[in-house]
């Protein structure tokens, strides 16, 4: 299934040299949330708001995003209280 992921980066990332528009952008980080590329997906989030402000996919992509970063943070520096049911590494 990466594999999939990965050539429809590659047709969003051609489709954009041609054109940048929001829709295009938020497929894009949608793509790469799912990827494992969160601080790029929050890239392409951005600039899908930035070319269209109301659209609520690449507001809710970015809302993600920065959930996923978040947790990721805070899964570091408190692992027992953010996965209280993961396995011990002593």
Known sequence: QLREFD??????????????TADGHAALADTLI????TDDAIAAAEAAVALNPHHEMAHYLLGNGYARENYSQLERRFPITAS???????
């Open 34 to 37: 799912r990827l494992g590329r």
């Open 84 to 90: 209280p049911h993961a396995p011990s590494e002593k």
């Open 7 to 20: 050539a429809s980066l590659k047709r969003l990332e051609e489709g954009l040299a041609a054109e940048r």
